[in-house]
């Protein structure tokens, strides 16, 4: 079992930037495909940015240009740095670990295909 714990949002106003953190209970956080997903309300569950294990990065069209994501395997830590944040990115962010056998480059954006959560943190940017 991992625990993911999500922590960095906030309000921010139209255009600013703000830098979530997910931190991981596990001695093997190198192995697993790290996620952010977003929820607004009343919206399905929407992929934002994946970092596979060989840190090939895979964003969201809606992000392409404006997110990156990292992360620090000696720190067990995923980061997703958000920038020219719009109203439309207000949501709950939420981090999530795949454990899927598969190549470097693999990832998924379907939320299904990964096997743990955090409890989500939200962001909020004001108009």
């Known amino acids: 079992q991992v625990q993911l714990v999500e922590s960095g949002g906030g309000l921010v106003q139209d255009g600013g930037s703000l830098r979530l953190s997910c931190a991981a209970s596990t001695r093997t956080f190198s192995i697993y495909v790290m996620g952010w997903f977003r929820q607004a309300p009343g919206k399905e569950r929407e992929f934002v940015a994946a970092?596979?294990?060989?840190?090939?990065?895979y964003f969201g069209d809606s992000v392409k240009g404006r997110f990156a994501i990292s992360r620090d395997n000696a720190k067990n830590e995923v980061y997703l740095q958000m920038n020219s944040l719009k109203p439309e990115d207000t949501a709950v962010y939420y981090c999530?670990?795949?454990?899927?056998?598969?190549?470097?480059?693999?990832?998924?954006?379907?939320?299904?295909?990964?096997?743990?959560w955090g409890q989500g943190t939200q962001v909020t940017v004001s108009s």
């Open positions: 970092i596979s294990r060989g840190w090939n990065r």
């Open positions: 999530a670990a795949d454990s899927t056998v598969g190549g470097t480059d693999y990832y998924s954006s379907d939320p299904k295909e990964y096997d743990f």
